[in-house]
T-cell receptor
């Protein structure tokens, strides 16, 4: 198993550009989420999904869109990048609680995004 | 709003020393608490997960405890090694249907000096 795979690893954008951060998991996990990590702020939840076709907002959703058409993939879209979105982005996945699982979350290696 | 605090922010110890990292949270209605390790430029690796009904979990040289009533958790690392140098993050998840989000502390950066 590859676990949680994020692409790209690094990206530089200009203000106003759009892009999609990819996240894929091969563990058949129902739950997937996106976090951003900023110095002095810790990790904050952007969006999450409890299954295909179901998404919801986290703590800092503004400026980001998500969709979940398959169990494996959970892309994060920046429609018009802003310098405030410069950050490291992490995708995570886990089994849902309804399965009685421990809800251990597995993280990808991250995407380092700079918006100029 | 749940807040998670980790003290100290940084810690430097000589190799072989036993050490304790601290985590406190403001809302005791948690579902579970996880300790993660993050190496520079890398993702997070789950070390230990404690369910709200448990008091502690152990894995090798690591032992994590949970005291819900006081809103505290500790991560004990025995016989520290230079390879333990990393940032350690504590995160809690809420109780309640549909509440999956993790609330993270800002981490403790550990340096183990050979």
């Amino acid at each position: 198993n590859a676990g949680v795979t994020q692409t790209p690893k690094f990206q530089v954008l200009k203000t106003g550009q759009s892009m999609t951060l990819q996240c894929a998991q091969d563990m058949n996990h129902e739950y997937m989420s996106w976090y951003r990590q900023d110095p002095g702020m810790g990790l904050r939840l952007i969006h999450y999904s409890v299954g295909a076709g179901i998404t919801d907002q986290g703590e800092v959703p503004n400026g980001y869109n998500v969709s979940r058409s398959t169990t494996e993939d959970f892309p994060l879209r920046l429609l018009s990048a802003a310098p405030s979105q410069t950050s490291v982005y992490f995708c995570a996945s886990s089994y849902s609680r309804q399965k009685g699982a421990k809800n251990i979350q597995y993280f990808g290696a991250g995407t380092r995004l700079s918006v100029l | 709003k749940q807040e998670v605090t980790q003290i100290p922010a940084a810690l430097s110890v000589p190799e072989g020393e036993n050490l304790v990292l601290n985590c406190s949270f403001t809302d005791s209605a948690i579902y579970n608490l996880q300790w993660f390790r993050q190496d520079p430029g890398k993702g997070l690796t789950s070390l230990l997960l404690i369910q709200s009904s448990q008091r502690e979990q152990t894995s090798g040289r690591l032992n994590a405890s949970l005291d819900k009533s006081s809103g505290r958790s500790t991560l004990y690392i025995a016989a520290s090694q230079p390879g333990d140098s990393a940032t350690y993050l504590c995160a809690v998840s809420y109780s309640g249907a549909g509440s999956y989000q993790l609330t993270f502390g800002k981490g403790t950066k550990l340096s183990v000096i050979p």
